[in-house]
């Protein structure tokens, strides 16, 4: 990821989240890797991952867009990527009941770091396959 967006991110969430209690909001609204994650996206150390972001959007009451548009983006995406596929169409691999029997043995919280878990290890390798795509072309 660009570092010049990232730190547009982090103005963006600074600017939004300045003059709260960040341990409590992180409690309230579930925001994966808590108070410190939070510090880590309004400094910039840390991307926003879309899962933080939903938190931030739906605990700030704002559109994920006034923080972060690239991850208004890539929600708006999935949501096309699977708003034509009836439900009835979809179907569960055993491999998807082994995983939905383990988040269901799962707090919220546990559920919310291994989702931040796998979003962070998908787009470390999209970010991988994007550099291995630009080295060979």
Request: proline share 4%; aromatic share 4%.
């Amino acid at each position: 990821m660009d570092d010049q967006i990232r730190q547009q991110e982090a103005t963006n969430l600074n600017t939004l989240i300045k003059n709260l209690n960040w341990a409590k909001f992180a409690r309230d609204f579930a925001v994966p890797g808590g108070a410190s994650m939070i510090y880590q996206h309004a400094t910039g150390r840390r991307t926003i991952s879309l899962n933080a972001g939903l938190a931030y959007a739906k605990g700030l009451g704002c559109a994920l867009e006034a923080i972060s548009p690239r991850l208004a983006l890539l929600a708006q995406s999935v949501r096309n990527s699977t708003e034509e596929i009836p439900l009835q169409s979809r179907t569960l691999s055993p491999q998807d009941h082994i995983l939905l029997d383990l988040f269901a043995g799962l707090t919220p919280k546990q559920r919310a770091e291994e989702i931040r878990r796998l979003v962070e290890a998908k787009e470390h390798n999209d970010a991988l396959k994007e550099e291995l795509a630009q080295q060979s072309a």
